[in-house]
């Protein structure tokens, strides 16, 4: 659905010309660099009318650029209205948005900007790209007060969430000694114990913790203020003595209170940019590149990125669960369809929603569902709108990709159907894509090996047929966090796909787990890896050409499809129609 944004355009300039800036960035982020964000921060959203999670856009007194990736291009190009010029990133020829201002912004040009939304690396990476090809010829970067995509919003602009915060219990997280709280106890130690002495490694003063989820876990709370992601807007502030959590106070239970008793100081979220000033810190907005900032990854993500033995178990414990939502889903759509029944890719999504509900322990969706038939599956990141989504089609290729969170973990699951008869074009596509998942899921290798390297196995089937795919082959999942964590710790998701714009998309996603393997020899002493699937779901057995596999991937399908029956079938045997739709996906091919 297109969004006119003539007028909306119109009032961002005039504003820009008050505040003598001749262009004006729009990053897709929060102020804590959120993937997905809160309604009242989709500011790129709102100035575009592009609904996708990844873009940034490039606003000038003339024209206006919208740069994403492969996962948006379709979904972009259907959005945009004629305003914008859609920048394909990683095509061929395609600036990046620092590459276009150098291209494109006259001498003595000022490019107005909300230093808040905009990251270190980014902003310096546009100075760099601007003094080396220009020469320096006066082109400036204009840190703003005020953000002038919410002045020219206006009143219509969406309020900031109110919901209250909660305490996560040990149980689903962590061993009670590394809970946070024990850096005073008797055994010293803990996730801010940890973090001191990282800050006391590097001789700082202290860190500014501002990535929302890295709070949240840093200090074992909860909330609700962005959709699908249980988290809440905070910053914190951590030096060798202090550690101070900047949120809004109405949001602070008295449970949270006693969590987080004396250890823990509790300020409005609104004086973190004082309060650093007055520690003689220059604030975020104006303190990049100066010498008293160290710049680099944060302790904390690679902290959380390590998963305890509890949130590991809980992770394979709410994917079963999961797994008996799914299957009871995929058996009712089935029979609905063939009945006859006129569902939409809405009614399917929300008729997911109510399976996953009855579940132990569940929380809320981990993402918006991507309930997808026909032409809408070529569309990676697809959110169907009841307004406009289509009808359920038995006849053509149907990817569900979902997820959810439970208190004891987070699931993000894609499985690609069709309910009546392929072609043998599309499960020759399915199929590669299958080998290509199989061969992630089976690989094993050296530590240190990373990601890019292993990124091809998922790949090479394809790769035989002249297919590819215009995403990552996986992503770091939280533990009832968020669903696409970085960096990939040890909880990640193995995701091939193949997609045809106007016809198809196929897509079959499991999490995974790192683990140790043993091998018959080591060699270099280095120790060797491997995955561990805990996603329980059937793949489309009738979307499989048997003749494309080898021996060991078809002992693959079987044994995955026979680990599905013995560990779902429990879960399910209250729903004979799950039970037998169970039964018939998992046979042996």
Wanted: charged letters at 25%; one cysteine or more; a negative charge.
């Amino acid at each position: 659905m297109v969004t006119v944004t003539t007028d909306r355009l119109a009032s961002l300039r005039e504003l820009m010309k008050e505040h003598d800036v001749d262009v004006f960035l729009a990053p897709s982020e929060d102020a804590h660099q959120s993937e997905y964000i809160a309604d009242c921060d989709k500011r790129r959203h709102w100035i575009s009318g592009f609904t996708g999670s990844a873009g940034f856009a490039v606003i000038t007194l003339k024209e206006a650029a919208l740069f994403t990736d492969g996962r948006y291009f379709l979904q972009a190009s259907q959005q945009l209205d004629n305003n914008w010029t859609l920048m394909k990133q990683g095509n061929p020829g395609v600036p990046t948005w620092q590459e276009y201002l150098v291209k494109n912004v006259p001498s003595g040009s000022r490019i107005g900007l909300d230093p808040k939304l905009i990251n270190a690396g980014n902003l310096n990476s546009g100075r760099s790209s601007i003094d080396v090809t220009t020469s320096n010829l006066g082109i400036l970067f204009s840190p703003l007060k005020e953000n002038l995509i919410d002045l020219a919003w206006g009143k219509d602009r969406p309020e900031s969430p109110k919901d209250k915060i909660f305490v996560q219990p040990v149980k689903y997280t962590e061993l009670k000694t590394y809970f946070f709280f024990e850096l005073t106890r008797q055994d010293n130690s803990g996730k801010l114990k940890d973090l001191r002495d990282y800050i006391g490694s590097k001789n700082a003063y202290g860190t500014i913790v501002s990535a929302l989820d890295e709070i949240a876990w840093l200090f074992n709370l909860r909330g609700s203020d962005i959709e699908c992601n249980p988290v809440f807007f905070s910053y914190a502030v951590v030096s060798e003595k202090d550690a101070i959590l900047y949120v809004d106070l109405d949001k602070v239970t008295e449970e949270v209170k006693e969590h987080l008793g004396s250890l823990v100081t509790v300020r409005p979220y609104s004086e973190l940019f004082h309060e650093l000033k007055e520690l003689d810190l220059n604030a975020v907005e104006v303190a990049v590149g100066e010498t008293n900032v160290l710049e680099e990854r944060s302790f904390v993500t690679d902290a959380k990125a390590i998963k305890t033995p509890e949130e590991l178990e809980g992770m394979r414990a709410c994917h079963l669960r999961d797994g008996a939502a799914l299957v009871r889903y995929f058996a009712w759509l089935e029979d609905k369809l063939l009945a006859g029944e006129k569902l939409d890719e809405v009614d399917g999504a929300d008729r997911l929603e109510l399976f996953r509900k009855e579940q132990e322990h569940f929380v809320g969706l981990s993402f918006a569902t991507i309930s997808s038939t026909g032409p809408s599956g070529a569309i990676i990141h697809y959110k169907p709108e009841k307004e406009t989504c289509k009808v359920i089609d038995p006849t053509q290729i149907y990817l569900c990709d979902s997820g959810g969170q439970y208190y004891d973990g987070t699931t993000d699951v894609t499985r690609t159907f069709h309910f009546g008869t392929p072609t043998e074009y599309e499960k020759r596509c399915f199929t590669r894509v299958l080998q290509g998942h199989i061969a992630i899921d089976e690989a094993v290798f050296p530590k240190g090996t990373t990601g890019y390297l292993l990124d091809p196995f998922a790949r090479q089937a394809l790769w035989k047929d002249g297919l590819n795919f215009l995403h990552g082959t996986g992503h770091g999942v939280g533990c009832f966090l968020n669903v696409h964590e970085g960096p990939h710790g040890m909880t990640v998701t193995d995701e091939p796909g193949y997609y045809e714009d106007g016809k198809f998309g196929i897509r079959i996603e499991n999490v995974i787990l790192v683990k140790d393997v043993d091998t018959p020899n080591n060699f270099g002493g280095r120790g060797y890896l491997g995955f561990e699937h805990i996603t329980i779901a059937p793949v489309g057995l009738n979307l499989i050409d048997v003749e494309l596999l080898s021996p060991s991937e078809i002992k693959w399908v079987n044994a995955y499809h026979q680990e599905c029956l013995e560990k779902l079938s429990s879960l399910i045997a209250h729903d004979p129609l799950a039970v037998a739709w169970l039964e018939k996906e998992t046979k042996a091919i």
